[in-house]
């Protein structure tokens, strides 16, 4: 009984101690933590920013695409055929030729002239905005994807320590002990620190 209670003893002790090492490794780092947190901060601003955007962009798709439902047969063929051009100047150039074209004809409809003229316009507006929203998401990932690369590698180093520190006093009394990061790459409020213990 005695060599039992010592071993408890001595047990409770390194607890103690692992306890003490692990809040003086925290401490130790608290300034790479609240870095962390301000991080996070910036990386949720940029996260709730590109929902912004991803949202307008969806709000600009429905409505181009109720646009194309809008219009005639005949209507739908021409911008069909002009959305396979492969860049914005080029969509641009072919308008400017259309109008050309347009402005030649004797007996043209100047009613419809213009109001192709604005279909074009409002199709290239659209398209704009579409590029500059879609270039505005991509800006944004690699600002987070750069963030992240300034204070992770800290993170998982400190991790690392204090799970080391505390696998090896666990293993002083004969068990197993880790800590690690959670990490969930869609939403960084669900990250977390998971202390996971192994009694023999």
Partial sequence: M?????????AEIRLIEVKSELRGLIKENSAILD????QEHKINERTNHERVLRAKYRELQEATQSDIYSLSEEERQIVMEYKEL????????????VNARLEMMAEGNPGAIRAYQKR?????????NLEQYAASLEEIKENITEIRQQWEPQL?????????AFAHNFEQIGCAGE???NKDEDDFDNWSVQISVRFR
């Fill in 35 to 38: 870095r962390q947190k301000a």
């Fill in 156 to 164: 998982d180093v400190l991790i690392r320590r204090i799970s080391g």
């Fill in 86 to 97: 492969p860049t914005l100047e080029a969509l641009e150039l072919e308008v400017q030729s």
């Fill in 2 to 10: 005695r060599a039992f209670h010592e071993s408890l003893v001595e």
């Fill in 120 to 128: 074009a316009g409002d199709i290239e507006k659209t398209r704009e």
């Fill in 179 to 181: 800590v690690q990061v």
